[in-house]
């Protein structure tokens, strides 16, 4: 399953848990936390007591009581002081302790606030950065639906979108030429014999599992780095003239990591294009044209912009 980011209350997410990231000494003492503390009821501070000291790294689960989230695991963040004393080493580690404990549970969907965004002085976009690495990692050995919950935080909904994510990757390689852009298979070392890039009749699906086989991928890699939930993907193997959303038929052309040629004939085949004209396909051909299909710093980017994101969210 996927993952994605939202600015919402974290005390009414209706999931299996809920992360609360707090200390060993004043429970419910501000923020996120005294709000969990507040909405769950009294009993929750009494079996919170009970677990005693949370080492930093480790995870502790509590019911929700009164909250719509059925279970709460509680960590305590690590401390920012200038990223050169492991903070971001410990940070990690606690968000993998804490999903490595639903998955222990056989939990189905988990939201997660900001760890260490907030008392913990980490700065907002390397805390950002470093919780999308972790999640990422846990996902590709697990299905699980992650919301990554940021309740504050910077928005940039005026500044120019092209030129924000230009600057984002500028120390991504450098856009191709036209001259020196070949087509993606060519780039894989493939050499195709029915292309149907190049065929009126093929279907988005059949291209797009056309790629599939040609650039050697395994399916259950493409549908989660395109961020796409399994039960869509195997509606899309199972109907070859199954119609995708833009959102979807994009998702899976930065899963394939296809050329910006290629990725609109790819879209056209579901009747889109990416146009330079609108803000979000801005931001989406810029990163590929720099090479860069890593969704999550592209839905990093997007959220930040105040746009739409990729895939199943």
Do not use: C
């Not at 029915?194 to 890699?221: G, H, M």
């Not at 394939?256 to 979000?280: H, Q, R």
């Amino acid at each position: 399953m996927p993952f994605t980011i939202l600015n919402r209350d974290i005390t009414k997410m209706k999931v299996d848990a809920i992360v609360n990231s707090t200390n060993n000494f004043d429970y419910g003492s501000g923020g996120a936390d005294y709000d969990i503390y507040q909405a769950a009821g009294p009993d929750l501070i009494k079996e919170r007591a009970a677990l005693g000291h949370i080492p930093i790294g480790e995870a502790r689960i509590t019911k929700g009581y009164n909250l719509p989230a059925q279970h709460i695991i509680h960590v305590v963040a690590p401390y920012f002081i200038d990223g050169q004393h492991g903070e971001e080493q410990a940070l990690i580690d606690t968000y993998m302790a804490a999903l490595t404990l639903s998955a222990q549970r056989k939990m189905k969907s988990i939201a997660l606030p900001l760890i260490a965004s907030g008392a913990g002085s980490f700065p907002w976009r390397i805390a950002l950065r470093i919780a999308l690495t972790s999640v990422r990692e846990f996902l590709k050995d697990h299905e699980m639906m992650i919301y990554v919950l940021v309740y504050e935080g910077p928005h940039y909904g005026q500044v120019d979108t092209f030129e924000y994510a230009r600057r984002h990757n500028e120390n991504q390689k450098p856009e191709p030429s036209e001259e020196t852009f070949v087509s993606t298979i060519e780039a894989h070392g493939g050499s195709p014999v029915f292309d149907p890039r190049t065929d009126d009749k093929a279907t988005f699906a059949s291209t797009l599992f056309w790629w599939i086989e040609k650039l050697n991928l395994k399916e259950t890699d493409v549908y989660k780095n395109a961020n796409l939930d399994r039960k869509l993907f195997s509606k899309i193997r199972k109907n070859l003239d199954y119609q995708p959303s833009k959102n979807t038929a994009i998702a899976l052309a930065l899963a394939l990591n296809l050329t910006f040629e290629d990725t609109n004939i790819l879209l056209a085949k579901a009747g889109y294009v990416l146009s330079p004209s609108l803000k979000f396909d801005r931001i989406i051909i810029e990163f590929i044209k720099k090479g860069n299909f890593d969704l999550y710093e592209i839905n990093a980017t997007l959220f930040e912009l105040e746009l739409k994101m990729i895939g199943f969210y």
